[in-house]
Nanobody, 127 residues
Framework: QVHLVESGGGSVQAGGSLKLSCAVS????????MAWFRQTSGNKRVPVRA???????SGPDSTKGRFEISKNDAENTLYLEMNNLKPDDTGLYLC?????????????????????WGQGTQVTVSS
């Protein structure tokens, strides 16, 4: 079975920072894109950042320059470092693996393309 466990969420004021982690139980999908999504109050999964097996990253302009996705293959862990957080960043952050071989650019990162998901970690940003 594949398990993904997120951690690192919390409540911060606008302008603050958080670093999320996602522990993955298998190396079987290292060749495919991995990504972070934010689930909104309406249960929509909005792309945050994605990373391919070469370390190339992509994501919407709203997170570019503020959020950085990275991974440690030896530790089987996916990270999301978030800086200059804004109230609009509030949501349940989910990591996902077994995406496409080539990650989409900007907003072309679709939740439907990812197979395995964690339960999420809540991020709340107050103004």
């Amino acid at each position: 079975q594949v398990h993904l466990v997120e951690s690192g969420g919390g409540s911060v004021q606008a302008g603050g920072s958080l670093k999320l982690s996602c522990a993955v139980s298998t190396h079987a999908y290292d060749s495919y894109c991995m990504a972070w999504f934010r689930q909104t109050s309406g249960n929509k999964r909005v792309p945050v950042r994605a990373i391919d097996k070469y370390g190339h990253t992509s994501g919407p302009d709203s997170t570019k320059g503020r959020f950085e996705i990275s991974k440690n293959d030896a530790e089987n862990t996916l990270y999301l470092e978030m800086n200059n957080l804004k109230p609009d960043d509030t949501g349940l952050y989910l990591c996902a693996i077994d995406g496409p071989l080539v990650c989409g650019e900007r907003n072309s990162i679709y939740a439907s393309e990812y197979t395995y998901w964690g339960q999420g970690t809540q991020v709340t940003v107050s103004s």
